[in-house]
């Protein structure tokens, strides 16, 4: 079965880059470009992996963390991985507060880690 994966990233060319990587491997990809289109998409359709970035458009990534306490994803298994280039310790630790599965700096990672990463996610999905 195809793993559906939701890319929150308000950046196109990041954003189509991130597709294009993951629909080549197999994956079925969607994705929204501001945080209100992300939160009615997880709380609406079934994901199995959002890579989700914090500084969006309208919501940012953890309010959208915060709101999905409130009101639950789709998915109740669905692993949110924060991609992100804020480093800050702070932001990192609360997003793994509101329930983040993984935080990935994006100008850390070359596009193969990135791909590695999401995979081990995915598999640590699976297993549970």
Request: net charge negative; hydrophobic share 45%; charged share 25%.
């Given at each position: ?55 969006l458009p ?44 993984g935080y990935?700096?994006?100008s850390a ?20």
């Open positions: 079965m195809d793993k559906k994966i939701l890319i929150v990233e308000d950046d196109q060319f990041l954003r189509e880059f991130y597709q294009e990587l993951l629909t080549a491997e197999g994956y079925f990809v969607d994705a929204a470009a501001d945080g209100e289109v992300a939160l009615l998409k997880i709380q609406q359709n079934e994901y199995d992996l959002v890579l989700l970035d914090i500084m309208k919501k940012d990534g953890t309010q959208i963390l915060r709101d999905l306490k409130v009101k639950g994803p789709k998915s109740p298994n669905v692993t949110v991985v924060v991609l992100t280039n804020l480093g800050h310790d702070a932001v990192i630790k609360e997003c793994f507060n509101l329930g983040a599965a990935l700096i994006k990672l070359n596009p193969d880690q990135v791909l590695t990463e999401i995979k081990s996610y995915l598999q640590k999905n699976n297993a549970s």
